[in-house]
């Protein structure tokens, strides 16, 4: 028996755990196998194989029992799902659903997951842009959060080598608060989106530049993504499906494959974490709790280095979870600040507007692409009240219209003939808000979910920086629209759009150099338990108006390169 036991401990023994499989979960797992380490990817949701388990990706309109649209009855038993723009008939079978996977909110949070190999890369909205100095530096420049203990030239080369083998499309346009990247082809921006980018270059004279925008899709694929066996995107727009022909960065098209083709990795899907294991006597982790999904058993994977990579709030669940009695409060939560200071995107408000102009041209296929109008408020020094800023997106179409007039077969001739109305354009906000220590996510003392793990409670709300940036953004983009010569310009505010609704929370483990206040150093290794790595959103120590996708990515390589030279050297 003693033998069988032994035998059952090194099938169970890994050199790597990484846990989740999404954006950056699929990085570690890349890595760390390609540098030689025989790694377990630890996934709470289903299994889901590129193309064989996208169901929907090629269905026609009419062959959607409601028409792409989601019967009442589902939207009313899912009120905080429902809120999610992604969430539709063709796309509804990778979210997670209200009553699967409840939580507890002290405050209106809407926690949009979608647990399945790939996690919400088959959901994301593909946005891709870096981060500058100046977003590194806003810590200790206008004095919140604490500062950061890395910075751009740190991240660069990271970011060109994640750039490269994702595949970003985008133009190069020389941008001190925007750095340019290693992009494939741009996509082309629609006529009054070029008008509108003329106007604003001539009326600020590029105080506000207005780009093509930045995302992760194949316009021209290079060697390196034929070899992932990824195709050119084709302009579907139909990506939240899962794309067959892996035009879009996903785990599921890119790097789990490419990791799996080492033969160094073991996927278990239906693994719903538990904890990290500590061993007291070596002063590390030692390994993961795990239970499955279905018969709820218990079993400990071990592994000399941990990879958690469960999506920002999951991760610090976990970490909180993780109790011993070294660590009675959380894994390396000496401090007490683990799960404090969540921050998140604004995106409550948007702007539209009319352009009577440029009618001798239309809206013809489809782009899954916007453009982008990069932060212009308090870049280079401080100029509002509020601090920070915004970034945002913009896009535009022609709009159309039918004559409704009429009976019989004269209506139906009158509802085929499109008629053509004027250019409409809309704007959302992207605004960067501040850690406070205010917003943050706790266990709850009493409650569990299905398999014995603690719910979480969020308590993350706005405050009055976020309600400034609001009125500011409507003050800029109605003067911007203004000048350009548009019309009929309205603002459209959400006040009951809670946060977490856009999946963009951060922090909760955040990087720092100081162990007194943050929980990770700049390899994004705890400070107390150095052979466990947290690099997707919840490391993060600050949020910028950036989409944050591209940032994890770079964060996670750079740090599953430093795990495996430390594990060489025998320092983990």
């Known amino acids: 028996m003693s033998y069988f036991n032994i035998d059952s401990i090194n099938e169970r023994t890994f050199d790597a755990i990484v846990i989740g499989s999404g954006i950056s979960g699929g990085w570690s797992a890349k890595e760390l196998t390609g540098k030689g380490l025989r790694t377990l990817v630890l996934e709470r949701g289903r299994e889901v194989k590129h193309v064989t388990d996208y169901p929907t ?5 009419w062959e959607f029992d409601h028409l792409g649209q989601l019967p009442k009855t589902l939207k009313d038993a899912n009120p905080i799902l429902s809120r999610a723009g992604a969430w539709a008939e063709d796309s509804e079978h990778f979210f997670v659903k209200d009553n699967e996977h409840p939580y507890i909110q002290d405050k209106p949070f809407d926690w949009i997951r979608g647990y399945q190999t790939g996690g919400k890369s088959l959901m994301w909205a593909r ?36 750039e490269k083998f994702a595949g970003i499309s985008g133009n190069k346009d020389g941008l ?17 989106e070029k008008h509108f980018t003329k106007e604003m270059a001539k009326h600020y004279k590029g105080a506000r530049p207005v780009i093509i925008g930045r995302c992760a899709h194949l316009t021209k694929p290079q060697p390196i993504h034929i070899e992932q066996g990824r195709g050119q995107c084709m302009n ?14 996903s785990s599921n098209s890119s790097t789990l494959p490419w990791a799996a083709k080492t033969g160094k990795l073991t996927m278990r899907p239906d693994s719903v974490v538990h904890s990290i294991i500590y061993d007291e006597q070596k002063g590390n982790a030692a390994g993961v709790r795990v239970i499955d999904a279905h018969t709820k058993e218990m079993t400990e994977y ?13 991760s610090n669940l976990i970490l909180l979870n993780s109790t011993s009695s070294r660590f009675p409060n959380g894994l390396g939560n000496d401090n007490g600040l683990l799960g404090k200071y969540i921050s998140f995107h604004n995106f409550r408000t948007t702007i539209s507007a009319e352009y009577e102009g440029l009618l001798d041209s239309k809206t013809e296929g489809i782009r899954p692409n916007s453009s982008y109008i990069p932060r212009f408020r308090n870049v280079f020094k401080q100029e509002t009240d509020f601090l920070r800023g915004y970034a945002a997106g913009f896009g535009s179409s022609r709009m159309t219209y039918s004559d409704q007039e009429g009976f019989g077969e004269e209506l139906k001739a009158s509802l085929m003939n499109r008629k053509f109305g004027n250019w409409r354009v809309n704007s959302w906000m992207m605004g960067e808000t501040i850690p406070k220590e205010s917003n943050f996510v706790a266990l709850d003392s009493q409650q569990k979910d299905a398999w014995g793990v603690p719910l979480l409670r969020t308590s993350v709300a706005y405050d ?74 919840a490391c993060m120590t600050t949020n910028s108006t950036q989409n944050p996708s591209l940032t994890y990515m770079a964060i996670t390589a750079r740090a599953a390169n430093h795990a495996v030279e430390e594990l060489r050297k025998g320092n983990l």
């Open 236 to 249: 579907r727009n139909l990506c939240r499906r899962g794309c067959p022909y892996g035009g879009y960065f």
């Open 57 to 61: 990706t090629m269905k026609q309109p």
């Open 464 to 537: 009055d920086n976020d309600e400034k940036m609001i009125r500011d953004f409507h003050e800029q983009m109605t003067e911007m629209l203004t000048v350009a010569g548009f019309k009929n310009i309205q603002t459209h505010e959400k006040p009951d759009k809670a946060p977490g609704l856009d999946i963009h929370e951060m922090g909760g483990v955040r990087m720092g150099k100081d162990p007194k206040t943050s929980l990770l150093n700049k390899w994004n290794q705890i400070h107390t338990c150095k052979n466990v790595f947290v690099t997707d959103g």
């Open 302 to 314: 071990y592994a000399k280095i941990i990879f958690v990579n469960a999506s920002a709030l999951n």
């Open 176 to 192: 001190p608060q925007l750095p340019d990247g290693e992009f494939l082809p741009p996509h082309e921006q629609s006529c009054v």
């Open 127 to 162: 946005g891709t842009q870096r981060w500058s100095q100046y977003d590194f530096d806003g810590p200790v420049r206008d004095s919140y959060a604490v500062e950061w203990p890395i910075g751009y030239k740190d991240i660069a080369p990271w970011y060109s080598y994640v």
